[in-house]
């Protein structure tokens, strides 16, 4: 593999079950050092692909090359330089944090002192020495999460593949999980992970595509995106009189853009004070007004109609 190729190279990647397609033709290349995201909601094919990169799932179409090399004929030596952090938590609730860590290193082959050294790293590098003797069984969400992460990394990897990182966890905890990935980022480990989570994606990743109905529907980085795809501010508007829609027309030619979601109007403008002023000026009395910046979600809304998280 050459020093140029990219770690990861997808083109026209497709993944049938049956009839359905979950993964529709997607190209992509992620480089060596990346952290590189896919963004999508529930069921737009982000694991099906994690799954095709992490070899556990045969592409049905187009090309993969992960590593230089083709992950239906040479799974097991891909699998070696991948660490891989699922969605579900797979870890031995009876075993201690410790053992999970060097059981796991066994797997690979990796000598019983270098396995419980490592571990030892990794235990302090997820802030878990304190419990390192203990069960898995009843530690928190955010631990089980942060060894689960230590054991993708026992096996020192090229790419870590991360899928929702932080789902199901508190703010806390998913705070102390961006710290870590945020440090492996900084050691120049390529990171790939999935979320559903627009502050995640802003917070992570260098580059990433939207993912919707199978398809890549946007890349670039966070603030390529937004952009491409927004403005500047946003203006969140609630009315309490009147139903939202009647004041679409009334709003009509403020800003560049205008979302009418359930329970509020968002106006897209480049200056969201401006934009409030000409809504006074209009004699309309919004009950609440927001202005703040453009994010991602505001992305997938223009791309997509919807919005990320229901
Ligand atoms: N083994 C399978 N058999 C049949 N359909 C599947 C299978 N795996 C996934 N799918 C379907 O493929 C679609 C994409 O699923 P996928 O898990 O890749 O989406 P996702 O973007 O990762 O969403 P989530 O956040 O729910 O994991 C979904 O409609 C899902 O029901």
Request: aromatic share 6%; charged share 25%; proline share 5%.
């Amino acid at each position: 593999m050459s020093v140029a190729e990219p770690l990861i190279a997808a083109h026209g990647l497709v993944k049938r079950f049956g009839d359905f397609t979950a993964v529709a033709g997607i190209d992509l290349e992620v480089r060596a050092g990346e952290a590189f995201g896919f963004l999508g909601p529930n069921g737009a094919g982000k694991s099906s692909t994690m799954r095709m990169i992490g070899c556990v799932s045969p592409p049905t179409g187009g090309t993969l090359r992960v590593l230089g090399m083709d992950p239906v004929r040479a799974g097991s030596a891909i699998r070696a330089r991948l660490g891989v952090c699922p969605q579900q938590d797979s870890l031995d609730p009876e075993l201690t944090v410790r053992e999970n860590l060097i059981v796991y290193a066994r797997y690979f082959g990796i000598p019983r002192k270098v396995a419980r050294q490592r571990a030892d790293e990794l235990i302090e590098f997820v802030q878990l020495t304190e419990r390192a003797d203990d069960t898995v069984e009843p530690l928190s969400g955010g631990m089980k999460r942060r060894l689960t992460i230590a054991r993708a990394l026992v096996n020192e990897p090229a790419i870590v593949l991360l899928d929702e990182p932080t789902t199901g966890l508190d703010p806390q905890a998913r705070h102390l999980v961006w710290e870590r990935l945020f440090q492996l980022k900084q050691r120049g480990v390529t990171l790939v992970l999935t979320t559903h989570y627009m502050d995640e994606a802003e917070q992570l990743c260098d580059r990433l595509v939207v993912m919707d109905g199978g398809k890549i529907v946007a890349e670039g980085s966070p603030r390529q995106l937004i952009e491409r795809y927004s403005t500047r501010e946003v203006v969140e508007l609630r009315f309490a009189e009147a139903a939202l829609d009647t004041y679409v027309g009334k709003l009509e030619g403020i800003g560049e853009r205008l979302e009418l979601l359930p329970d509020r109007i968002l106006l897209y403008a480049a200056d969201g004070d401006l934009a409030v002023a000409a809504v006074a000026d209009r004699a309309l009395r919004p009950s609440s007004v927001l202005v703040r910046r453009s994010g991602l979600e505001d992305v997938f809304l223009h791309l997509t109609g919807r919005t990320l998280v229901d």
